[in-house]
Structures are given as C-alpha cells and as structure tokens.
C-alpha cells in the first residue's frame, strides 16, 4: 500500500520538461551557429594532421617570442609559427610546413637540412640562454592526410556503434536523442576549441572521443532513470516521468560532473603544451554534456514517445 502513488504527487522540484522550447531553441541555435564558424573559419590542424615539422625548444633564461620568431625567420623556411608555453614563457613550440621536393628522397633532404638550420640558429643565437631541443617532431603529408581521415571515420564509427547499442540496450525511441546528444557536444565543443585559437591534433580527438564516451554515459543514467521512473508511474504521461526522473538524478549528476570538471581545470591551470589544451577540451565538454542530457537528450526521449504514439493510434 505504501507504494501506491496518488494524482497530485509532485514530478519534481525543477519544470524540466516545461522549459524545452527554450532550450531546444538554444541547443538549435548553437550547433547551427558552431558548425556555421566552422565552415566559414574552418579548423586549424597541426601537424598530425596536415604535415609538417614541430620543435619544441627550452630555455633557462628568460626569451621573448618576437625573439624567437626573428631568428627563425632569418632562415626564410617559408610559413612558421612560434607559440610559447609553460612557466615564465621560457619554452617554445616552433612549427614549419617543410618545402616539397621533386621525390621523397628530395623532401627528406630539404627537410633535414632546414631541422639543421634551425638547431644551429636555435644554438648559437641563444647559446647563453642555454637551449634544449625537447623533442622534435615531423609528420609527412600523406600520413597527415590518412591520420585525419581515419579520426573522422573514428567519430563516424562511434556515433553509428552507440546508436545500435542505446537501441539495442533501450528502445529506438531513445537511440536519436543519444546520438544527437553526442554530436551536438562534440560540435559545440570543436567549436570553441578552434574559436580561442587552439589547434587539432591527435590527442585532441582523442579527447572529443573521451567526452563523447562520458557525455554517452550520463546520458545513459538519465534513460536508465526514466526507464525505472516509467516503470512506476504507468498512469503518468511521460513528461511527467522525464521530469522525475531527471530531478530524482539530478544531485548525483552535479556532483559527478563538478568532480570531474574539477580535475580537469587543475590540470589545464597547472600544466602546459598538449595536457592543458586537453583538459580545456574536457571542461567544455563537461559542461554541455552534462546539459545536453537534461536539456537535449531527455525532450528527444519525450518527442519520439509522441511520435510512436501517433503512429500506434492511427
């Protein structure tokens, strides 16, 4: 008898559902908007992707950026680009395209003797800074272009994986939310990372693919929730049992997501170079996952019920 669930039982503290369309209308408005900036701005690769070469060079005594760009510049190796990191500025990352030669063996030449040129300018030029080449990098063309293309199919393949197994594991009702849910965190997210000037590179789409497993699994709490709400209350609609379900996880929800956010902007205050464009992309990612399970994929939930209903009346 205790469990016997009356009229008037309130869904929730918080109107999830009721606010919707203006969420709906948000999340439109954000993706159209991301993938708009991306199309017309488009998305700055590093060198795994595009080719090239990537030093990355550390002093013991303070060097200015313009310094460093000056010097590298004297050698006229075509487009390069200088980005300092780390503590006090003393460290660099200095990227170059690289010219191409008649054939490979003619690149790899080129190639070689302009790496020399700039550990010798690097070396002499800075000899009483007390330079250290950290690590230097160099990608081709070709193997830029494959590893691209295999990170889009990665993505491709992940979305298409989850969307077979939230339909599987739930309902088809529930896969398109999911799905959605997830491209519409990746893009916003891919967005703001290239809107602040931060380039794409491996580790960054393995972290878009991170976020994209953990945004998957808050969202798979939300269904597993509204699936056990919707168990209890058959005589409710289901906004009602989405607006339950959502508040009953709610606490359990922030507190997740404030825990992991929380290590993620440590390691993007404190550390530097990849680690810290990682992190950044993590906390993004956080943020408008945790949103997008209330706000998109649950309301998706809620318009695919209506849909299957029509179709079941008619």
Known sequence: MTNKKTVTESSGKYDFVGKVGIFAGISILLVVASLAFLAVRGISYGI????????QVRFDKGVSIDQ???????????????????????????RFQGKQGATDKETNDILNTDIS????????????????????DTVGPQVGAELKRNGLLAVFYCL??????????????????AVFCLFHDAVITLAIFVLVGKEVNVPILAAILTLIGYSLNDTIVV???????????????????INKAINDMLHRTL??????????LCLFLFSGGTVADIAFAICIGIVFGTYSSIYV????VLLMDKLTSKKVAA
């Open 297 to 300: 994929a649950a309301p998706i």
């Open 48 to 55: 795994d992707f595009k080719g090239g070469t990537e030093f």
């Open 160 to 177: 298409l994986v989850i969307l077979i197994y939230v339909a599987i594991r739930f309902d088809f009702k529930y896969a398109p939310g």
């Open 223 to 241: 269904f597993d929730r509204i699936r056990e709400t919707d168990s209890h209350y058959h005589d409710k609609g289901y906004g009602f049992i």
């Open 255 to 264: 507190i997740t997501s404030g825990t992991v956010f929380t290590s993620a």
């Open 68 to 94: 460093v760009r000056s010097s590298v510049d004297e050698l006229k190796l075509g487009e390069v680009g200088v980005q300092s990191f780390g503590e006090g500025a003393n460290e660099f990352i200095i």
């Open 117 to 136: 040129k700039i550990k010798d300018v690097i070396t002499t030029q800075f000899a009483s800074h007390n330079p250290e080449i950290r690590r230097v």
